[in-house]
């Protein structure tokens, strides 16, 4: 165990074993959290001079479970602590023993990848993804949409849980209209908690967060040492960003129906989104979606979700902040850039306001560091402009 800045320690198991290790031997020590990303991630690359961890000691079931854990102090229930599997090992060597150990792995979740099942239920949606998270991924807690607790027969058809999680949350609607779920387990303190919420629902979360670009810095807001912003407009544009047409068969009626979904109907984050309102309306045509079934007869679901994603992703934004052990996934935050004070009535900055978390990667080495990558669809601004405002914005 070794001692970072602002009292944070650090603990690093292989196994049963811990392993006495300082700051200094440490080449990258990551751990990522995605909420597109059905699992943690780590990666460690540690200095091995003696080459014990990289040629001497077998890698088995003992070396392949490795357990980080955060803490603030030396008492366990103010840690973060994550228990990983380990997937790849690249050991580097010159001529002699001395190398360096490198791994990446995911969180050790059982029942995930393996085996395949070929069943069905009767029930609530809601209900048996609780199932499988409780009883089969052994997730301690989870945050499932009240939004699916609906009867519906679901089948999985000899797949494994992974697939069919993946196909659902890619094609699952709501009760009133919910759509791009995202699937993902997080880790918050001691935690594995199974998340299945839409997008809506986790835009409308209060925000957790609040972050400034400079100047002062109080207790509750945390600075912002550098950012990154990406703006994807003239990438989704050329496939059509105000709206979007797709078609499928409908056996019931033995016709084609052709429908479009308008990116003003859908919930935003910003004052407008990142698509142009002389744009034209055409777009590539959604084709590829498949036959048509009870679960999915009219495919709302599987449009809306692509679509939502696309819309969300339209700006997204890097940022690096001190170590947050307590930011995951999914979170609301808040920016604030000292520049966007109103100036004769026009915000100075367009991007100030809310953002969702959707990627977090702790850093850990001399010091603890925090890098988020944040999206949205769209700025903030008063001045004019002829980008397409959203008319469901959130405030709060």
Known sequence: MF????????????????????????????????????????RLRIQDSDGILTHIAPFDISLSKISISILEDSVDNKSSSFDFTVFRRFPESDATLQSSLDIVGLLD?????????????????????????????????????????????????????????????????????EHNFKCFIKVEGNNKTFVFKSI???????????????????????????????????????????????????????????KEEQASNYLSLADYFLFDGSDSSNSNEMTDTGR????????????????????NSAVKMWVSTVGLKGLVPGMVVLLVFPQSTDYGGVRMHQYSGFWLVERVSHSIGSMFATAMLLTRNGLDTEKNTTLVKATRKKTV
């Open 200 to 258: 809506d629902e986790l835009i409308k979360e209060r925000q957790t967060y609040t972050f400034q670009a400079s100047g002062e810095v109080k207790d509750d807001v945390y600075p912002m040492f550098s950012y990154k912003i990406i703006d994807n407009y003239r990438i989704f544009e050329s496939f059509g960003g105000k709206t979007q047409s797709y078609s499928y068969f409908d056996y019931t009626n033995s016709e084609f129906v052709h």
């Open 292 to 311: 048509s079934s009870e679960f999915t007869k009219d495919f709302a679901g599987r449009i809306k979700t692509k679509y939502s994603h696309r819309l």
């Open 109 to 177: 979740v059982q029942g995930m990848f393996s085996p395949d099942y070929c069943r069905s239920w009767n029930k609530s949606i809601g209900t048996v993804l609780r199932d499988i998270a409780v009883d089969e991924l052994k997730c301690n807690k989870v945050e499932i949409s009240p939004s699916l607790n609906i009867a519906q027969i679901l089948v999985q058809p000899r797949w494994s849980n992974i697939q069919f999680l993946k196909y659902h949350k890619g094609n699952l609607l709501g009760r009133t209209d």
């Open 3 to 42: 001692t970072l800045q602002d009292n944070y320690r650090i603990k690093l198991m292989f196994g049963q074993t811990e392993i006495p290790i300082t700051p200094q031997h440490i080449d990258e020590l990551t751990i990522v959290q995605d909420m597109e990303k059905f699992l943690p991630s780590f």
